[in-house]
């Protein structure tokens, strides 16, 4: 799991992917409340460096987690 989602750990079930030029993440995230969050991020024709696209799908999931 990406440090940036390690304050979610405990809480989230997750599997990430990637090929050329694609990077993604499905899981699903226990909200505080009891409820359930599902999520899935694809990063697609990723011309740049792959740390880019993986820092930005942890920003995504921190944004869903609050």
Same mark, same amino acid.
């Given at each position: 799991?990406?440090?940036?989602?390690?304050?979610?750990?405990?809480?989230?079930?997750?599997?990430?992917? @990637?090929? @050329?030029? *694609?990077?993604?993440? @499905? #899981?699903?995230?226990?909200?505080?409340?009891g409820? %359930?969050?599902?999520?899935?991020? *694809?990063?697609? %024709?990723?011309? #740049?460096?792959?740390?880019?696209?993986?820092?930005?799908?942890?920003?995504? *999931?921190?944004?869903?987690?609050?």
């Open positions: 799991m990406p440090r940036a989602l390690l304050p979610f750990a405990g809480r989230m079930r997750a599997k990430s992917g @990637s090929i @050329s030029g *694609v990077n993604a993440l @499905s #899981g699903i995230i226990n909200m505080t409340d409820t %359930h969050r599902y999520f899935s991020i *694809v990063i697609n %024709h990723n011309a #740049g460096d792959s740390s880019d696209a993986l820092k930005a799908i942890d920003a995504i *999931v921190a944004e869903i987690a609050k």
